[in-house]
Nanobody, 121 residues
Framework: VQLQASGGGLVQAGGSLRLSCVAS????????MGWFRQAPGKEREFVSA????????VYADSVKGRFTFSRDNAKNTIYLQMNDLKPEDTAVYYC???????????????WGQGTLVTVSS
């Protein structure tokens, strides 16, 4: 499966962006999609994903209350609405898919190409 992310860009602190990711086809029924990010010089980290075990989206503590995950199953698409962006949110954001709870990189089977988000202070 191919994942195509889009929506990144340059925004001032306090601004908003909406990321989108389209999957080329449906994966297995247990597969979920989510978002990770990687800042310069840092490891890739979990941001948000829908988890079957939770029955809803879950978020990293650093983005909770500011980012909102949503999905459109009919379009094989997920979104990440990012509000009140901070300079520390600057990173390449990756769309990801895997079976089960994709809360860390080891659980991811498919990666998108990434989209750059830059937040200026």
């Amino acid at each position: 499966v191919q994942l195509q992310a889009s929506g990144g860009g340059l925004v001032q602190a306090g601004g908003s962006l909406r990321l989108s990711c389209v999957a080329s086809r449906r994966t297995g029924s247990t597969y979920v999609m989510g978002w990770f990010r990687q800042a310069p010089g840092k490891e890739r980290e979990f941001v948000s994903a829908f988890l079957w075990s939770a029955g809803s989206a879950v978020y990293a503590d650093s983005v909770k209350g500011r980012f909102t995950f949503s999905r459109d199953n009919a379009k094989n698409t997920i979104y990440l609405q990012m509000n009140d962006l901070k300079p520390e949110d600057t990173a390449v954001y990756y769309c990801a898919s895997g079976a089960g709870n994709i809360v860390d990189v080891t659980r991811v089977d498919y990666w998108g190409q990434g989209t750059l988000v830059t937040v200026s202070s």
